[in-house]
T-cell receptor
Framework: GDSVTQMEGPVTLSEEAFLTINCTYTATGYPSLFWYVQYPGEGLQLLLKATKADDKGSNKGFEATYRKETTSFHLEKGSVQVSDSAVYFC????????????FGTGTLLAVQP | NAGVTQTPKFQVLKTGQSMTLQCAQD?????MSWYRQDPGMGLRLIHYSVGAGITDQGEVPNGYNVSRSTTEDFPLRLLSAAPSQTSVYFC?????????????FGQGTRLTVV
């Protein structure tokens, strides 16, 4: 079945460092790909998405490119801030009838001042 | 802008007790879902609904019931709580079907079964 694998955390960075969180997926069809972010004590919110190969999703300085050839959707940010500290989830959606999301295990990012 | 509202935020149950987790959305979304979040496992789909009166099972439905009598509400019932149901529960809604559609999440309910 479909699955999402993302790098283990926690990831600890200093402010203004470069961030990469790796995400790869397995899917039988042609999924849409998402990054959701969960700030402490809150629910998940959409950070960015891409719906076809070579699409780049971007938001709040974060970017991710849908790479069909490597089945990847890595999250990047050039300069992280303390306020970016959160859990980041990579997810895919393939079943348009149910809108079911398949999530990775989440990566905790801690940014130190 | 309320969005998706879940109550309660925290709950402690004894094994064998029953309870209902409430979920309401004010965005007139057709699709609603319940997920549970466990350490090291991401979020897993429990039940979902594609409209009022229509529900179906997700990946981990055992021990849970749902109903959808209105567009706004999608309660999740634990019939006889077990320690394995200790988890954080998230309700989500989407405006329509389709793999491109974003899901909107509530703030979660942290449930502990002792």
């Amino acid at each position: 079945g479909d699955s999402v694998t993302q790098m283990e955390g926690p990831v600890t960075l200093s402010e203004e460092a470069f961030l990469t969180i790796n995400c790869t997926y397995t899917a039988t069809g042609y999924p849409s790909l998402f990054w959701y972010v969960q700030y402490p004590g809150e629910g998940l919110q959409l950070l960015l998405k891409a719906t076809k190969a070579d699409d780049k999703g971007s938001n709040k300085g974060f970017e991710a490119t849908y790479r069909k050839e490597t089945t990847s959707f890595h999250l990047e940010k050039g300069s992280v801030q303390v306020s970016d500290s959160a859990v980041y989830f990579c997810a895919l959606s393939e079943d348009g009838a149910t809108n079911k999301l398949i999530f990775g295990t989440g990566t905790l990012l801690a940014v130190q001042p | 802008n309320a969005g998706v509202t879940q109550t309660p935020k925290f709950q402690v149950l004894k094994t064998g007790q029953s309870m209902t987790l409430q979920c309401a959305q004010d965005m007139n979304h057709e699709y609603m879902s319940w997920y549970r979040q466990d350490p090291g496992m991401g979020l897993r789909l429990i039940h979902y609904s594609v409209g009022a009166g229509i529900t179906d099972q997700g990946e981990v439905p055992n021990g849970y019931n749902v109903s959808r009598s209105t567009t706004e509400d999608f309660p999740l019932r634990l019939l006889s709580a077990a320690p394995s149901q200790t988890s954080v529960y998230f309700c989500a809604s989407s405006p329509r079907g389709g793999r491109r559609t974003e899901a909107f999440f509530g703030q979660g309910t942290r449930l502990t079964v002792v």
